[in-house]
């Protein structure tokens, strides 16, 4: 029998995180590959989703997601970005950001036209431009004199065209943990209008900047003539370390929230009805859980980073997110893919290459991702072993 899956899929073997996370559990390796919290999230959270379990939140919730949760998201971006959306039309609820992002493609884009997205990107963006037929542009992210992953602005221009359909962007960036600045978004928000295209921002790390970031988070949607034309997506996994609930939500002017609502209905329907109350009751916790939230991870980053930098590793500083990406050039590495499978062997230690987040595989060979969402004992047990080497 010839291969049963559709062509456009066929590029797209099993996740490297599923290898890798299968490696780390037959070596024993401290798996920092993939990007889940090894802790859990609030406690009022949770204590609220066992309590909907209990009180009959188990059927359909409504299509666009509770009330409760629309007004709270709704409220959060007020509270945080001053961004204005009425819960009622302008605001979805998915099945994570993954649901977001898929959906607003096949939604929106027809066969052959282009997404403009910066690489490395984020594995669920290609597959989801591909199963709607789509095809991308990406622009590289390429480390720059002052120590930070910059866009080059000519190669950025040089990526919208006729067929540009929309340019999605993430920002904080996994896996570089890059921070967009605002001439960067500047020039995106200039591009978007000259060619008459949409933005579509995953800003699903809005809470992790760190302080010492050169420029904080700036929603795309804030900048001049952008509300209209972008749909800000974001999700609760990242924020209130509960990434295996999959509540996210998207954002933006009624007619884009409608044509994704018109997709995503034909996918999941509706998900997590006992954690979207409870979801309502995390965005409404005061500052002071954010703000303790990112020091948390500002704390494991340095100590990760430390460590790498101690075992020889070339580290840019991240800016935010739960990630740090490698440069393997000065322990000799040539090759990440090479260097991931046997790490778990020769330090005991889990990552991913980031090369398999590029098109221009050249520019991301030498660079691995380590995540640092994980609890000071197990970053500083990684370190330690990775000192040995
Ligand atoms: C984790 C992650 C997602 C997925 O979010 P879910 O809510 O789990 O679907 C999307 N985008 C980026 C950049 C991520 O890191």
Request: glycine share 10%; proline share 7%.
């Amino acid at each position: 029998m010839t291969d049963p899956l559709v062509a456009r899929m066929r590029p797209f073997g099993t996740t490297i995180f599923a290898e890798m996370s299968a490696l780390a559990v037959r070596t024993g390796a401290v798996n920092l590959g993939q990007g889940f919290p090894d802790t859990d999230g609030p406690k009022e959270m949770l204590d609220a989703a066992a309590e909907a379990i209990h009180n009959g939140a188990n059927q359909y919730p409504p299509g666009p997601g509770i009330p409760a949760l629309r007004a709270a998201i709704g409220a959060h971006q007020q509270r945080f970005w001053g961004l204005d959306y009425d819960p009622d039309g302008e605001v979805l609820v998915t099945a994570g950001a993954t649901e977001a992002v898929a959906a607003t493609i096949l939604a929106l884009c027809e066969p052959g036209d282009e997404v403009v997205c910066f690489e490395p990107y984020y594995d669920s963006y290609a597959a989801a431009i591909a199963l709607a037929g789509a095809v991308r542009r990406p622009v590289t992210l390429r480390p720059d004199a002052g120590g930070h992953y910059a866009v080059d602005p000519d190669e950025l221009r040089g990526a919208f065209g006729p067929r540009t359909r929309m340019v999605l962007l993430n920002s904080p960036h996994n896996p570089t943990g890059k921070v967009f600045t605002r001439a960067e978004l500047a020039l995106v928000a200039e591009l978007c209008q000259a060619h008459d295209v949409y933005a579509v921002t995953d800003e699903v790390y809005e809470h992790l900047v760190f302080t010492d970031a050169a420029t904080p988070h700036v929603p795309l949607a804030t900048l001049p003539g952008m509300r209209e034309r972008t749909l800000r997506i974001s999700s609760a996994g990242k924020t209130f370390s509960c990434t295996g609930w999959k509540i996210g939500w998207a954002s933006g002017p009624r007619e884009l929230v409608s044509a994704v609502l018109r997709v995503k209905q034909f996918l999941t329907f509706v998900n997590g009805s006992p954690f979207q109350p409870a979801i309502a009751i995390a965005l409404g916790l005061p500052d002071d859980y954010f703000s303790e939230f990112r020091a948390g991870l500002q704390a494991q980053r340095d100590l990760l980073v430390a460590g790498l930098r101690d075992a020889g590793f070339g580290v840019l500083l991240p800016e935010g997110t739960y990630f740090v990406t490698a440069d393997i050039t000065p322990l000799g590495g040539t090759d990440g893919v090479e260097f991931c499978r046997s790490l778990p062997e020769r330090s005991g230690v889990v990552a991913v290459p980031t090369q398999v987040f590029y098109d221009h595989e050249d520019a991301g060979r030498r660079l691995v991702r380590f995540a640092f969402c994980k609890r000071p004992a197990v970053l500083n047990e990684a370190v330690a072993r990775l000192r040995k080497n």
